[in-house]
């Protein structure tokens, strides 16, 4: 068995966390083989097996539809594929832009015409996505966002400010929308396309495990409405059991690189698993003391992370803790 993989080594050979294989053992996708010890070990078979898995979850398939593909049943491929199609279709389109941008640029300054450092700026993709002051508890400091990839996690101790940020990243953002944790009832007049992505939505995270519910429906309706460039959620946890927390965050993620900005608050970790993190997302976290929110890499030697880490918690522990306020140097 010396020549096998353990979670960790087979996890970081495909790219997934050991969490996410462990998933998939749960799931039946998957059989690791034990050590005499008793310890899951992967081997080509197993390796072979996840390495389809990891391929198919990042299609965007649910863990019921890529069983399905592994069971020989094609139909769930052909959405997927479309979907993969017209994201690369997007991106070609952008860096066929960008390249035009490129030898336009290169000509003027042949001819004897730099280019203004405006121009560079924006070519490296350096313009923020907004800027503002930052509101109270900060000292009303300039605060610049940059482009924004298709899922922000915006997290927080108790008391540090998150919820002022992320209305104001809303105002601030052309065609932000914010959307309390009192969630808006769904309203399906003047947008005619909402009740079928509604309902494709639900359709995926109920294959997924999640318990369908109103919260649940008002959540996917406010992030799937049109009309808003970016949607800054509050609390994307609030209401939603643990299954469905679970799901919802793989839908997020299955939504792809392309898909509209969400700016989500939470102190969830099922919501936001540090292990899972993906290349078309960030986290903004707000420290307790009211520096200024940092941009924090999901890695534990990055500034910040151990700070983020102790923000979350599982969702049994934050029901526990709900409204609790943590005050420190309180006397006896």
């Known amino acids: 068995m010396s020549s096998y993989l353990s979670p960790a080594e087979a996890a970081a050979q495909l790219g997934v966390s050991p969490k996410a294989l ?47 593909v592994l069971a020989g049943d094609p139909g769930d491929l052909a959405p997927a594929l479309a979907a993969h199609q017209a994201e690369l279709e997007g991106e070609a389109q952008r860096l066929s832009e960008t390249l035009a941008q490129v030898a336009a640029l290169r000509r003027a300054l042949a001819k004897g015409e730099p280019p203004t450092m405006a121009q560079l700026t924006h070519l ?100 799937l409405s049109e009309g808003a460039a970016a949607v800054v959620v509050d609390m994307v946890e609030d209401g939603l059991n643990e299954p469905t927390q679970q799901a919802l965050a793989a839908w997020l993620r299955a939504r792809g690189a392309q898909a509209r900005p969400l700016i989500l608050m939470t102190r969830s970790s099922t919501m936001l698993d540090l292990g899972l993190g993906t290349a078309f997302e960030t986290v903004l976290f707000c420290p307790a003391n009211h520096s200024p929110p940092l941009r924090v890499r999901l890695d534990p ?32």
């Open 22 to 68: 462990r998933l998939y053992e749960a799931r039946g996708l998957v059989s690791p083989l034990r050590t005499q010890a008793r310890w899951r070990a992967y081997g080509p078979d197993q390796m072979a097996r996840a390495r389809e898995i990891a391929s198919l979850r990042a299609l965007g398939l649910s863990l019921t539809q890529v069983a399905r």
């Open 301 to 332: 030697q990055a500034r910040g992370y151990e700070g983020l880490a102790s923000c979350l918690a599982p969702p049994e522990v934050r029901a526990r803790t709900e409204g609790m306020i943590a005050v420190s140097g309180a006397r006896a």
């Open 124 to 223: 490296a993709g350096g313009k923020p996505a907004c800027a503002f002051d930052l509101p109270w508890p900060w000292g009303g400091e300039r605060f610049e966002l940059a482009a924004l990839p298709a899922l922000t996690w915006l997290v927080g101790p108790l008391g540090s400010g998150k919820t002022r940020l992320a209305r104001a990243i809303a105002d601030a953002l052309p065609g932000g929308v914010f959307v309390e944790m009192a969630r808006p009832p769904v309203i399906l007049e003047g947008d005619p396309g909402l009740s079928g992505r509604l309902e494709a939505a639900l359709s995926w995270l109920r294959e997924e495990g999640a318990e369908e519910s109103e919260a649940l429906r008002r959540l996917l309706a406010a992030v």
